[in-house]
T-cell receptor, first 114, second 113 residues
Framework: DAGVTQSPTHLIKTRGQQVTLRCSPK?????VSWYQQALGQGPQFIFQ???????QRGNFPDRFSGHQFPNYSSELNVNALLLGDSALYLC?????????????FGPGTRLTVL | QKEVEQDPGPLSVPEGAIVSLNCTYS??????FMWYRQYSRKGPELLMY????GNKEDGRFTAQVDKSSKYISLFIRDSQPSDSATYLC?????????????FGEGTQLTVNP
């Protein structure tokens, strides 16, 4: 079982650019959530995708958008990058239906905005 | 005020010590509580999941929840150098799969041989 995979591992962009991060969920999982983890902080919830739709969203601006594909993989897009967007971006997957909210995280994509 | 407060440490203990990690929270809607372990440059790994007040034990790890005090703890017995990592508490108001998790900022633990 490959677990949750994310690409790329690292990314360097400049302010104003756009970036796309990718996530493949754990086998058997169909729900994907994205989190942003700034250095020294806990992860912050960005949004959740299920059945190719955004189901929940955290307190992030519209510059952050996503997509889920029929094979359950997902993309996170960030437009007009700011220095403050530098962080580790984590993807988490979980199966449905489940009686509890168990989420499995990938290794993350480290984004640096210069 | 943050919804979840966690002492960031760092915490340094000798091998074999009992470690106590704690979080407090302010949102009464939180019903489900998790502890994650995160090694440097890795994603968080789920250690424990609880949904009721009381204790849950798994090997050397014990999770404790006190909903009346809005306080959760993770105890690590016979700590090992391999336990050196950042420990994150996380909470959820919903049981629905993939629902928002609210994390503490993490406690950095070092276990010295």
């Amino acid at each position: 079982d490959a677990g949750v995979t994310q690409s790329p591992t690292h990314l360097i962009k400049t302010r104003g650019q756009q970036v796309t991060l990718r996530c493949s969920p754990k086998s058997g999982h169909d729900t994907v959530s994205w989190y942003q983890q700034a250095l020294g902080q806990g992860p912050q919830f960005i949004f959740q995708y299920y059945e190719e739709e955004e189901r929940q969203r955290g307190n992030f601006p519209d510059r952050f958008s996503g997509h889920q594909f029929p094979n359950y993989s997902s993309e996170l897009n960030v437009n007009a990058l700011l220095l403050g967007d530098s962080a580790l971006y984590l993807c988490a997957s979980s199966p449905t239906p489940r009686a509890y909210n168990e989420q499995f995280f990938g290794p993350g994509t480290r984004l640096t905005v210069l | 005020q943050k919804e979840v407060e966690q002492d960031p440490g760092p915490l340094s203990v000798p091998e074999g010590a009992i470690v106590s990690l704690n979080c407090t929270y302010s949102n009464s809607a939180f019903q489900y509580f998790m502890w994650y372990r995160q090694y440097s440059r890795k994603g968080p790994e789920l250690l424990m999941y609880t949904y009721s007040s009381g204790n849950k034990e798994d090997g050397r790890f014990t999770a404790q929840v006190d909903k009346s005090s809005k306080y959760i703890s993770l105890f690590i017995r016979d700590s090992q150098p391999s336990d050196s990592a950042t420990y994150l508490c996380a909470m959820s108001a919903r049981a629905t799969s993939g629902s928002r998790l609210t994390f503490g900022e993490g406690t950095q633990l070092t276990v010295n041989p």
